[in-house]
């Protein structure tokens, strides 16, 4: 009998070590080498699943993608002040797994820079999470619980840049220090509505 | 007669060659050979003036965060509306060299990630950013030109996250798509003062 192996599931844990890779040691620590290592394969073998690092790389961004497309979907309908706050609070980096998760954010983004396939992926992503965020402000907005004149697109782009501008922050500065001042930036937010 | 040679403008040269390299290619396109060679420099030249790569980035480092210290440093003292308009205006990525200068940002936030030496440098910029930025709030504020009831630091960390994240999207998005966007947030803040 063939010896059955499980080509997804290879692939998928594949992946998961690369990322946990990147989260340790940055881009520079993921090699063919060290994925393989750590993934418990011989060298070489990585090549039956991935073609090379950058197609692992696009695979790890996929997922990191998909993740935050998961937090930054539509999530419930509710479209009071408290559902607002629900879905500003699931994009922030409020805890500290989410903060750790803006590393491998930061490597991608970096390596997008010179990938344009990663870039244009990242763009998809952006333009998906701001008619996701658009479509919640308008379900607000139609629900009579957001009246202030700023237009939802501006709305949307401000926590946006604030989500991307507090992951980079709350990496650079001790764990966790930001957290509070990201909760009373929600609060503000949510009277300003 | 002995030869003589400008240590510290050889120095600035090599500074200025590697920030170029990284604004292109990141930071994986800057090795010792390819500073050396840009820089016209023989291979190995380079150590006379840097002792290794990490001593060159934190050089370049340096050189980045006191561009933008300038930036965003005290500035005008006009403590009008249209003081803080100039200021903001100067922080965000309103024109392309400064949407092309967060390529570097990005490259050395990647850096400092596993450099304890350069995250600490860039703690320590983004302290001074803040305070700068505080004192300048509080000043409008005497001036009676500041009247919400937010406290200057949270409306000094909305702005720090607002910049950054600008950074990171203006870099992904075609040149030049959101500087609109980013004026359109400069005129919202200020109506909400």
Known sequence: MPKIVDHDERRREIVAVTKEII????FEAATMRSIASTAGFANGALKHYFRSKESIVAAVFDEVLAEMTEVIGPGTDDPS?????????AMLPLDEPRITAGR???????????????????????????????AKLAACRAAGTITVAT???????????????????SLISP???????????????????
Chains 1, 2 share one sequence.
Not at 23 to 26: A, D, E, Y
Not at 81 to 89: A, I, M, P, Q, T
Not at 106 to 134: G, I, N, P, Q, T
């Open 23 to 26: 989260l340790r040691g940055g």
């Open 81 to 89: 002040l408290d559902g607002l706050r629900h879905h500003l609070e």
């Open 175 to 193: 764990m966790g220090s930001l957290i509070e001042s990201y909760e009373r930036y929600i609060d503000s937010f949510i009277a300003r509505m």
């Open 104 to 134: 491998v954010l930061l490597a991608l983004w970096e390596y997008a820079m010179s990938d344009d396939e990663l870039a244009k992926r990242y763009r998809e992503h952006v333009a998906d999470w701001r008619a996701a965020l658009v």
């Open 151 to 169: 237009p939802d697109e501006d709305l949307a782009s401000e926590l946006m840049n604030v989500t991307i501008g507090a992951n980079v922050l």
